[in-house]
């Protein structure tokens, strides 16, 4: 089983609308995670902290759900600039380690 | 913001020839910088992490005599790609962590012929 599994997509959605994608992760122990944001295979940039509490950025929440070991992204009012790869990254264990990262979805908006 | 420079952004080299790809922290000091390498379509990979002073903690799987790592100061690692093949062809890139999270490297894009 892949330590972080996300679905490759691509989601191809229209501007405006709104899109969740969902990742999994399979260290029970995993102490942090983000979404990360990755444009033409250029270096990933930090999107978003994902809290258990949950929050929100502007038109981005993130949600956590320890109990079933899943990370969410949700992105309201889409923006054609919103077109990337969404990177799903955990730290497995305390904060010496490097990240585990998902292979990515790849989000599409459409004008 | 901290900043991590990488160079070079893209190589090209012949097989049997050995690269080297620098990350330099331009206004902070790293003492741990990660690199990663990816494949088309594939997740970043953690290959090895490397601690300023002390020898770089490789991944299962990759070989440390192929791919070098030197860290000799708080601002500057190294990653040496020795007789590099063609299936190294990657996206080589190194992340140093910080006290609120971690800072990128932009890069570098390998390609052996």
């Known amino acids: 089983r892949k330590e972080v599994e996300q679905d490759p997509g691509p989601f191809n959605v229209p501007e405006g609308a709104t899109v969740a994608f969902n990742c999994t992760y399979s260290n029970s122990a995993s102490q942090s995670f983000f979404w990360y944001r990755q444009d033409c295979r250029k270096e990933p940039k930090l999107l978003m902290s994902?809290?258990?509490s949950g929050n929100e950025d502007g038109r981005f929440t993130a949600q956590l759900n320890r109990a079933s070991q899943y990370i969410s992204l949700l992105i309201r009012d889409s923006k054609l600039s919103d077109s990337a790869t969404y990177l799903c990254v955990v730290i497995p264990g305390g904060g010496a380690d490097g990240l585990t990262f998902g292979k990515g979805t790849h989000l599409i908006i459409q004008p | 913001g901290a900043v991590v420079s990488q160079h070079p952004s893209w190589v090209i080299c012949k097989s049997g020839t050995s690269v080297k790809i620098e990350c330099r922290s331009l206004?902070?000091?790293?003492?741990?910088m990660f690199w990663y390498r990816q494949f088309p379509k594939q997740s970043l990979m953690l290959m090895a992490t490397?601690?300023?002073?002390?020898?770089?903690?490789?991944e299962q799987g990759v070989e440390k005599d192929k791919f070098l790592i030197n860290h000799a100061s708080l601002t500057l690692s190294t990653l040496t790609v020795t007789s590099a093949h063609p299936e190294d062809s990657s996206f080589y890139i190194c992340s140093a962590s910080l006290s609120y999270g971690y800072t990128f490297g932009s890069g570098t894009r390998l390609t052996v012929v």
């Open positions: 994902v809290y258990s």
């Open positions: 206004d902070f000091q790293a003492t741990t």
């Open positions: 490397s601690n300023e002073g002390s020898k770089a903690t490789y």
